[in-house]
């Protein structure tokens, strides 16, 4: 049976973004025929997590409800650099435990993270969706394969909009940063887009 998971932050002993969490979970269930899903702040709770600092709560499930969890201490770190990777096959639309697919595209390419390229167009990362800065805003892939509940988040506030971003623009945006549930909107993280060691015109992408 698939296996799903969910990354929550939790910082001192607070947890965040828990409502598009479940709203994705419910989401996940409903979409495989079941009527009941399970509860990510009843789970939090009986987890009695009393430790101050940065936790990534790790929530592994499947479609019987049965779960595991674990409480991992979280430190963002920075990456070197980044490498645009074609597959216009891949298909992330829930979030699956089995990273496999991922984790062979990673494992071609010559970067420390990838940039997935489907079909001409900018999605996301291995782990995170992605945003890319241009006259001071910034933008989002509308081409995304999982819609991440930062993406939804920062959407909603109004801090980013969406753009078709694609292999004929990329190199008109500035700079770009890495989001998902434990990496914020945040200025500390934001790479020049010549930190993609591959952009169009200057090497050819890697296409798997």
Known sequence: MSQFIESIKVEDQRI??????????????????KDTSIDLSKIFKSLNHDEDGL????????LDKRIRTQMIPYAISKLEDFQLVENNNFDYS????????LEKMKAKSRAEEIIIVKNNHITDTSFSNILFLKNKQWYTPSTYL???????????????????????????????????ALNDFDDM????????????GEEEYLDL
């Open 55 to 62: 936790y990534k709560l790790r929530i592994t499930y499947d």
């Open 94 to 101: 829930f979030k699956f435990e089995d990273r496999k697919e």
């Open 16 to 33: 965040f973004l828990l409502d598009l969490h479940q709203k994705r979970v419910d989401y996940t269930f409903a979409q495989f025929g």
């Open 146 to 180: 999982l819609n991440g509940v930062q993406r939804q988040h920062l959407l909603k506030q109004k801090k980013i909009k969406e753009l078709e971003i694609t292999l004929q623009n990329i190199k008109e945006f500035s700079h770009f940063q890495i989001i998902n």
């Open 189 to 200: 993280f934001i790479y020049p887009i010549q930190r993609i060691i591959n952009l169009p």
